[in-house]
């Protein structure tokens, strides 16, 4: 997929566990996971809203365009 998802490291600079992460969102541990790992097909930008206010972020910070990698069908 073209658009890489750089939640974790955001996460680990921040140092905030998923857990905490998950709380302050208010979504759950899981869907937050499916997002970390780059697996989401879709985000709302409410959920991205929440995370970037809570890890004192920019969304570019978290989603990233990689021309180089193909997208996936």
Known sequence: MSIKVNLDV???KRKMTLTELSEKV???????????TGKAK???FSTLE???Q???CQPG???VYDP???PSS
Request: hydrophobic content about 50%; charged content about 20%.
């Open 10 to 12: 955001i996460m680990a």
């Open 68 to 70: 180089d990698d193909p």
């Open 50 to 52: 929440s995370i970037c």
């Open 42 to 44: 879709a985000i709302r």
């Open 26 to 36: 208010g979504i759950t541990m899981a869907n937050l996971s499916i997002l970390k």
């Open 61 to 63: 910070d978290i989603l």
């Open 54 to 56: 809570n890890l004192d």
